[in-house]
Nanobody, 129 residues
Framework: QVQLVESGGGSVQPGESLTLSCKVS????????IGWFRQAPGKERKGVAC?????????YYSEFVKGRFTISFDDAGGTVYLQMSGLKPEDTAVYSC?????????????????????WGEGTLVTVNS
């Protein structure tokens, strides 16, 4: 049974850092693209950062997090991380991880109109203003 479980969300002040974890089970990380997405209240879900270790650890970052967020994975532990620094109030959202075996990292993060195969429940990140 495929499962993705996020953790690490919380409430922080602007400029602070937070690291989210996505623990995966039921499949091998090596064959999937994994992505972090976020959805703010009243807004559509957007891809934040995506990674695939089947293609030399290829990564993709959205413009609004590039240079502040880092995605990485621990293949042995089956965990994908999202290190977030320089957090801003506009980063406030529910962050979810997703997995899909058939997409490139850019498609994983940007493709619209097509759902990803597997999703976690999400974890809330609040950056106080």
């Amino acid at each position: 049974q495929v499962q993705l479980v996020e953790s690490g969300g919380g409430s922080v002040q602007p400029g602070e850092s937070l690291t989210l974890s996505c623990k995966v089970s039921g499949f091998t990380l090596a064959y999937y693209a994994i992505g972090w997405f976020r959805q703010a209240p009243g807004k559509e879900r957007k891809g934040v950062a995506c990674i695939s270790n089947s293609n030399d650890d290829d990564t993709y970052y959205s413009e609004f997090v590039k240079g502040r967020f880092t995605i990485s994975f621990d293949d042995a532990g089956g965990t994908v991380y999202l290190q977030m620094s320089g957090l801003k109030p506009e980063d406030t959202a529910v962050y979810s991880c997703a997995a899909d075996p058939g997409l490139t990292v850019e498609a994983m993060c940007t493709l619209t109109g097509v759902d990803r195969d597997y999703w976690g429940e999400g974890t809330l990140v609040t950056v106080n203003s």
